[in-house]
C-alpha cells in the first residue's frame, strides 16, 4: 500500500516510494550509526578489560583495541547498504 501525495510544485501525484530521501538526512544517520557503534567499542573494550583487582588502580586500555572493534562496527554497518 502506498501513499499518493501532491507536489506542491507541480501538483503532480506521487507515490512515498518515489520520494528521494535527503542526502542530508542520509548522511545525518550514517554519523549516528558511527557515533553509536565508536560508543559500543568503546563500552566492550571497558567490559572486556574487566574488574580492576582489589587494592589497584585501572589502567588505560589499548586504544588500538578499540579501534579494531570499531571498524568491526562500522564494517558490519556498510554491510547492509
Known sequence: MTLESVCPTCQRPYSRDEMARSHIATDRDQSIQRQVALKCAVELA??????????????????AYVVAIYRQFRDALNETE
Open 46 to 63: 571497558i567490559g572486556m578489560l574487566g574488574p580492576v583487582p582489589e587494592g589497584q588502580r585501572a589502567g588505560l586500555g589499548n586504544a
